[in-house]
């Protein structure tokens, strides 16, 4: 490396370094990251100020990320980031439809082990009853017997559990595990659309570019086992308010579930008023089974 005569040899001096990178990978990432934040600062002719002001931003979301809410996840759906990597590495690499979707900043580990069928309401949650069937394929259209399913989702009020005193402790989530029909069955309430947290960085964001925080009503599940890509998706309900601008763009047509609303007393359940039903199919494809980490504790 040598002494920077001038601006135009900043570049090529760190590119010169990054080469020098001795994992292959590593090294890719880093000459391409360097060519596009360097071409970056050049295009927008990022000022001090700017430049001071963004490091800022960067430090203040670190610290806004807790155990209990990761701000960064929440930045990178709402720039589509998220959702670009997700397109990217399913769907045979982007070019078929998918199921695979986002994993959110609210997926807990050790979820209640639930009977198929179950409920998932922990605690009293005021709502319409739901009833869910998801179906799991294989490439082939054979179900999938004995996977492993998280499924949880944002209470009526839209509050995730964790979010919530007012909730018990792992209301609206459990694991589940499926039949020799690859289905999963469990009893919830109808879920709403919801804003994502505005008193951070991302909602400051948001204010500046005139956008609203909200995401269409959804159920999350995650499901794994030996031998498959572990499934990670958001299934979408019939909220067409924000279907079509939901603020973290996760919303694909492969996405969409079967919602149905029932007005007869439920077969097992009976009189309970309005009912829904909600049926999605979702297919895994070949792979390795890994765990995702955490966002939240």
């Not at 960067?58 to 610290?63: A, D, K, P, S, V």
């Not at 005021?126 to 999938?144: A, E, K, S, V």
């Not at 017997?145 to 792992?170: M, R, T």
């Not at 299934?235 to 996760?250: I, K, N, P, W």
Request: charged share 20%; aromatic share 8%.
């Amino acid at each position: 490396m040598t002494i920077i005569p001038n601006l135009d040899a900043v570049t090529p001096a760190v590119l010169k370094v990054m080469e020098q990178t001795t994992d292959p990978r590593l090294r890719e990432i880093m000459v391409s990251l360097i060519t596009h934040l360097h071409g970056f600062v050049r295009d927008v002719r990022l000022t001090e100020a700017e430049f001071q002001k963004a490091t800022r931003i960067l430090n203040t979301m670190g610290q806004q990320t807790t155990e209990k809410h990761n701000e960064f996840v929440l930045m990178a759906g709402s720039l589509g980031v998220s959702t670009l990597v997700c397109l990217m590495n399913n769907g045979d690499n982007g070019a078929t439809e998918t199921t695979q979707s986002l994993l959110g900043p609210f997926w807990r580990m050790n979820q209640p082990q639930t009977e198929n069928g179950g409920s998932i309401l922990r605690s009293p949650t005021p709502g319409q009853r739901l009833y869910g069937t998801f179906t799991f394929l294989d490439r082939d259209g054979q179900p999938i017997e004995d996977l492993e399913v998280d499924i949880w989702h944002a209470s009526p009020v839209g509050l995730y559990e964790n979010q919530d005193e007012a909730q018990a402790e792992y209301n609206l989530r459990g694991k589940f595990r499926t039949g020799p029909d690859g289905v999963v069955r469990f009893t919830s309430v109808k879920p709403v659309g919801y804003p994502i947290p505005t008193n951070t960085t991302v909602g400051q964001l948001l204010a500046a570019q005139s956008r609203h925080p909200y995401r269409p009503a959804h159920i999350h599940l995650l499901a794994h086992k030996v031998g498959f890509k572990t499934l990670i998706n958001q299934t979408y309900v019939d909220e067409t308010d924000y279907l079509t601008s939901d603020v973290q763009f996760g919303v694909t047509a492969a996405l969409i579930g079967k919602l149905e609303r029932h007005s007869g007393p439920h077969p097992i359940d009976g009189d309970i008023g309005d009912w829904f039903t909600l049926v999605h199919t979702l297919v895994l494809e070949p792979g390795i089974s890994t765990l995702p980490v955490p966002p939240i504790k």
